[in-house]
C-alpha cells in the first residue's frame, strides 16, 4: 500500500507542477531552453543593452504581462538577431525565461 502512495503523491505533484505552467509553453524543453540561452549569449547581449547582470530587461515597465508577450519577444529575438531557431526553440527558451523571471500560471 505504501508503494501506492508514493506514487500517488509523485503523480499529484507533476500534475501540480504541470498546472504552473501556461499552456502556452506546455511540453517544452527546459535544459534545450537553458543551452540556447547559453549558446546564443543572450545575457551578454541584455547586459549590453541595460547594464548590470542584464536581468533589467525582463521587465520593460510591465510591456511583457503575459505568456504570449513574453514568447513575441523572444521570437523577436530570433528574428532580429537572425537566430534562426524553430520554433519548439523559441517556446523552450520562453519557458525558462518564464520559469527564472516571470512566473506566469
Same mark, same amino acid.
Not at 504581462?65 to 523577436?76: A, F, I, K, S
Not at 530570433?78 to 525558462?96: G, K, M
Given at each position: 500500500?505504501?508503494? *501506492?502512495?508514493?506514487? +500517488?503523491?509523485?503523480?499529484?505533484?507533476?500534475?501540480?507542477?504541470?498546472?504552473?505552467?501556461?499552456?502556452?509553453?506546455?511540453?517544452?524543453?527546459?535544459?534545450?531552453?537553458?543551452?540556447?540561452?547559453?549558446?546564443?549569449? #543572450?545575457?551578454?547581449?541584455?547586459?549590453?543593452?541595460?547594464?548590470?547582470?542584464?536581468?533589467?530587461? *525582463?521587465?520593460?515597465? +510591465?510591456?511583457?504581462?503575459?505568456?504570449?508577450?513574453?514568447?513575441?519577444?523572444?521570437?523577436? #529575438?530570433?528574428?532580429?538577431?537572425?537566430?534562426?531557431? *524553430?520554433?519548439?526553440?523559441?517556446?523552450?527558451?520562453?519557458?525558462?525565461?518564464?520559469?527564472?523571471?516571470?512566473? *506566469?500560471?
Amino acid at each position: 500500500m505504501n508503494k *501506492f502512495l508514493s506514487l +500517488g503523491v509523485l503523480l499529484l505533484a507533476v500534475a501540480l507542477a504541470r498546472a504552473e505552467i501556461p499552456a502556452l509553453y506546455a511540453g517544452a524543453d527546459l535544459a534545450l531552453g537553458a543551452r540556447l540561452i547559453a549558446e546564443h549569449k #543572450c545575457a551578454a547581449c541584455h547586459q549590453q543593452k541595460v547594464g548590470g547582470d542584464g536581468s533589467a530587461i *525582463f521587465r520593460p515597465a +510591465g510591456r511583457i504581462n503575459t505568456p504570449g508577450l513574453l514568447r513575441g519577444m523572444v521570437e523577436q #529575438c530570433n528574428t532580429e538577431l537572425n537566430l534562426a531557431l *524553430f520554433p519548439e526553440e523559441v517556446t523552450s527558451i520562453t519557458a525558462v525565461l518564464n520559469r527564472d523571471y516571470y512566473r *506566469f500560471k
